[in-house]
């Protein structure tokens, strides 16, 4: 078995019906682009953001994030954020000053959270928001994208494409789409390939072990650097063909029952572990199930052992980023997540059958 966060291609996709699916994973997004931080750039340009302005940015966020403002001269002021409670704006209001311009948020883990309450500040104080939903999928069903003057999705993450980032505007008329990807038919082989290894036909998890396997993983160094910025650009046209043959709301429903699967079974858990939100989501569908897990490091080590392959997925917080106001703050939630989360994975590829196992091997790691 080779199985992880990302979801893997069943050959039987490729024969699909079109089904429009590419629209629904990302809320309705009007423009497409090769990964989600291409959405970002282009959100960012649209809502006239300039160096010099400040943005309020969560803890967490990763450096291909933080890269888009980096780029453009704009300063950041980080604030920690515990994501499993409601997000509210005392934890904002005494942040702002004259000169902030924006509030990053991010649905982390594709968990969508009510930001009813910082829609409502940003009001008041005339500031955008900017909602990040990479680690979601949306459903007919979900809130999520339309919080925000304008959001960003990955829907890369989420579904079998080769590359995939999308834009939703929501202010007036949204920014011109980029047409002309090229086709990526050595990521649409990976993406096969993967399936073939999670149904144990092809070794990729054996050959990962040789070459250091889970330490990859846990080599989480927060060292900002600008090197591999890189300008907008399309999505793929095998994306695009690809994410039209998917049966969206089936998705959203497969990993919702993936999560309750790993919800029930992370609450037996006692003190090995817990589950980071008290209860299931039933909206949305998440990027993964995130595990509170004190003895992390180890239990990655154990699943990487079984072919499971668990990613940290929550950065801690890059203090070396120019532009940075508050590097020298401390963040406590987000740094003792950094350190005990781990996402376990739950895409649509991985049966409810599967889960089971992998839930059990997960279990066995734990109680070793
Ligand atoms: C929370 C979050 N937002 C945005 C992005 C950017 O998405 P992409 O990798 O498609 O550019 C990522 C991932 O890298 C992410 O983890």
């Known amino acids: 078995m080779y199985v992880t966060v990302l979801p893997s291609l069943p050959l039987s996709l490729l024969r699909g019906p079109p089904r429009g699916g590419l629209g629904q994973a990302a809320a309705y997004a009007q423009c497409f682009y090769r990964y989600g931080r291409d959405a970002l750039h282009v959100g960012l340009e649209r809502a006239g953001l300039e160096k010099g302005d400040i943005v309020l940015m969560p803890a967490s966020m990763c ?25 509210a704006r005392e934890l904002l209001s005494g942040l702002t000053c004259p000169r902030t311009r924006a509030i990053y948020v991010n649905h982390d883990f594709g968990v969508e959270s009510d930001l009813g ?42 579904l079998p494409l080769p590359d995939g980032g999308a834009l939703r505007w929501n202010r007036d008329a949204p920014p011109s789409p980029v047409l002309g990807g090229t086709r990526d038919t050595g990521g649409l082989l990976k993406l096969l390939a993967a399936h073939l290894a999670l149904k144990g036909l092809l070794p990729i998890a054996t050959l990962k072990s040789w070459k250091g396997g889970a330490e990859d993983l846990l080599r989480l160094a927060p060292d900002f650097s600008m090197t591999s910025w890189e300008p907008p650009s399309p999505m793929s046209s095998t994306s695009i063909a690809l994410a039209d043959r998917m049966d969206v709301e089936g998705i959203v429903t497969a990993r919702l029952q993936n999560y309750q699967l790993a919800h029930e079974w992370a609450l037996r858990l006692g003190e090995k572990g817990r589950p980071l939100y008290k209860e299931a989501p039933s909206s949305a569908a998440p990027f993964s199930f995130p595990l509170v897990c004190e003895q992390r490091d180890k239990l990655v080590r154990m699943a990487a052992s079984h072919g499971i392959y668990l990613e940290p997925t929550y950065n801690p917080p890059y203090r070396n980023v120019p532009g940075l106001l508050n590097p020298d703050s401390v963040f406590p939630v987000s740094e003792r997540l950094a350190r005990t989360l781990v996402s376990i994975p739950i895409h649509q590829a991985i049966s409810p059958r599967l889960m089971r196992r992998l839930l059990k091997l997960l279990d066995k790691s734990l109680r070793t």
Do not use: Q, T
């Open 117 to 158: 309450a910082i829609r409502s500040f940003c009001d008041e104080k005339n500031l955008l928001l900017i909602e990040d939903c990479a680690h979601l999928l949306s459903g007919s069903r979900a809130r999520a994208g339309r919080w925000g003057d304008f959001s960003i999705f990955s829907p890369r993450k989420l």
């Open 63 to 87: 450096d291909v994030v933080l890269r888009a403002f980096v780029h453009k001269g704009i300063l950041l002021r980080l604030y920690d954020r515990d994501p499993a409670l409601p997000m």
